[in-house]
């Protein structure tokens, strides 16, 4: 069955440190992955997307298909990082997406 | 901007009663969702709907029904609120593509309800 899996509820770094998110997924065919991100009293809102190999707020993410992962990593944490992050994997047509239950990122000063 | 927007912030009901939530969008797109979000559990689908009239079930739909009659809108109802429905409610939209963008959805700001 089509799987998001995110390790970690809680992830808490000092400013400048470096973040990784981690995020595997389970998906039987060519995986089509996403990062959302939600701050305080914010909607959620597209971070970035794997097809695009772009490089959003410092925030990069590689999918690594041997490892079935896709973790989200920026060299230098911020405090304004804080937020709580979710994967999400695309399943099948109608372009639904199966969310992780994702991790909230305290970036402490 | 896409613009997707709950009706309701925050609800509060009771235990029996019909409960409506409603979200609208203004980007003309096929695809609308409705989640609950809850800590630890992540977003999980309830329904969603690539047409008018025409809805499918997601994850979890027991409990709960929705109604998209024009477009832009899309409703999730509770038939009989129950203390375990009491969650964040989350609506969003996308187009259908294919094409660029089409499975990047687009979020409301959320419904909280609770149901005492």
């Known amino acids: 069955a089509q799987r998001v899996t995110q390790p970690e509820k809680l992830l808490s770094v000092f400013k400048g440190a470096p973040v990784e998110l981690k995020c595997n997924y389970s998906y039987s065919g060519s995986p089509e992955l996403f990062w959302y991100v939600q701050y305080s009293r914010q909607r959620l809102q597209l971070l970035l997307r794997?097809?695009s190999r772009e490089s959003i707020k410092g925030f990069t993410a590689d999918l690594n298909k041997g490892e079935t992962s896709f973790h989200l990593k920026k060299p230098f944490a911020q405090e304004e990082d804080s937020a709580m992050y979710y994967c999400a994997l695309v399943d099948g047509g109608y372009n639904k997406l199966i969310f992780g239950a994702g991790t909230r990122l305290a970036v402490h000063p | 901007d896409v613009k997707v927007t709950q009706s309701s912030r925050y609800l509060v009901k009771r235990t029996g009663e019909k409960v409506f939530l409603e979200c609208v969008q203004d980007?003309?797109?096929?695809?609308m969702f409705w989640y609950r979000q809850d800590p630890g559990l992540g977003l999980r689908l309830i329904y969603f709907s690539y047409d008018v009239k025409m809805k499918e079930k997601g994850d979890i739909p027991e409990g709960y029904s929705v109604s998209r009659e024009k477009k832009e809108r899309f409703s999730l109802i509770l038939e009989s609120a129950s203390t375990n429905q009491t969650s964040m409610y989350l609506c969003?939209?996308?187009?259908?593509?294919?094409?660029?963008?089409?499975?990047?959805?687009?979020f409301g700001a959320g419904t909280r309800l609770s149901v005492l």
């Open positions: 969003a939209s996308s187009f259908l593509g294919p094409g660029e963008g089409s499975n990047i959805q687009y």
């Open positions: 794997h097809i």
């Open positions: 980007m003309d797109h096929e695809n």
